[in-house]
C-alpha cells in the first residue's frame, strides 16, 4: 500500500521535518512534500538548491532491518525516481551513477539522502530523502545537473507539478519496496545495476582523508563499490564521492 502523502507549501527541511516527527513517536509510514524548502541539505550536510517547481520529499518509515540491512534503501530510492524520470522524459535518457544519484543524459537530475535513528518502538526510522529537479537546475555545481524540464519526450510540453510528481514517485517506490521486502536484496541490486554505468572504467573516490584511484570492478553483494587500485589491491567503497571516467 502506498503511504499517504503531506504536501506542505514551504518548510526548512522535509528530512528534518521527518527526524522531528519521528523522535515524537510518529509509527505511520508517510511522505512528507514540500513545495520550498528554505534550509535543504544534501550529502555531507552540503545545502541543497530548493528552487520552486522541483520536487522535495521524505518518506518516514519504520523498520525492524538491522541498519547495514536498512541502509539498501537506498537502491530502492534510486529505483524510484528512476521511473518516475522514465515516466516523461526521452527514452534512453535516465540512469544511475553509483550509489544513488539519478542522471538525465548524463547530469545530475536527483540526489537521495538517508538518515535514521532509534525509534520509541525499539524499531528503526528511516528519512528517505529525495530531490528532484523537475523544472530547475542548480548552477555552479561540482558536477553538471540538469533537470527534467530540459529532457521531455516530444509528446509532453512541460514537467509533471508537485503534486503528480509525488504521487508518481510514492507509487513507484512502493512497487520496489514490496520486491525489497518479500524478495530481499538481489533482484534490486539486478535492476540498481541494469541502470547504472560506470561500473567497469576509470574511477576516483573521495572518501573525505583519503582519494583513491583505480578502476571499477562492479558491485559487492551489498552494494558497496568494489574499486581495484593500480598495485591490485582492492576496496570496498560504502560511502563516498565516485566519480567515473574522469580524474578527480
Given amino acids: 500500500m502506498t503511504p499517504p502523502i503531506d504536501l506542505l507549501d514551504e518548510i526548512d527541511s522535509t528530512n528534518a521535518e521527518a527526524r522531528r516527527r519521528a523522535e515524537a513517536g510518529e509509527t505511520v509510514a508517510r511522505w512528507i512534500v514540500a513545495r520550498r524548502q528554505s534550509a535543504g541539505r544534501g550529502r555531507r550536510g552540503r545545502e541543497w538548491n530548493s528552487d520552486t517547481g522541483n520536487l522535495f520529499a521524505t518518506l518516514l518509515t519504520l523498520t525492524h532491518k538491522a541498519p547495514a540491512e536498512a541502509v539498501q534503501v537506498t537502491f530502492v530510492a534510486a529505483l524510484a525516481v528512476a521511473d518516475l524520470l522514465d ?21 545530475k537530475a536527483a540526489g537521495i539522502l538517508i538518515e535514521s535513528g532509534a525509534h520509541d518502538s525499539g524499531a528503526l526510522w528511516l528519512a528517505i530523502g529525495i530531490g528532484v529537479n523537475l523544472a530547475h537546475a542548480p548552477e555552479g555545481t561540482e558536477r553538471p545537473a540538469t533537470c527534467l524540464a530540459s529532457h521531455l519526450r516530444s509528446d509532453i510540453a512541460c514537467p509533471p507539478s508537485i503534486d503528480a510528481a509525488a504521487s508518481v514517485l510514492a507509487e513507484a517506490f512502493a512497487v520496489w519496496q514490496a520486491r525489497w521486502e518479500s524478495l530481499g536484496f538481489q533482484p534490486i541490486l539486478d535492476a540498481w545495476i541494469a541502470r547504472t554505468g560506470g561500473l567497469d572504467g576509470p ?7 583519503e582519494t583513491v584511484e583505480g578502476t571499477a570492478d562492479g558491485v559487492a553483494p551489498d552494494g558497496a563499490l568494489r574499486l581495484r587500485t593500480a598495485d591490485g589491491q582492492l576496496r570496498l567503497i560504502s560511502a563516498g564521492d565516485v566519480f567515473f571516467g574522469v580524474a578527480a
Avoid at 534512453?92 to 550509489?99: L, R, T
Avoid at 574511477?203 to 582523508?209: E, F, I, S, T, Y
Fill in 87 to 107: 515516466a516523461f522524459a526521452v527514452p534512453g535518457s535516465v540512469s544511475i551513477k553509483w550509489p544513488n544519484d539519478v542522471m538525465l543524459a548524463g547530469d
Fill in 203 to 209: 574511477c576516483v573516490a573521495r572518501l573525505g582523508h
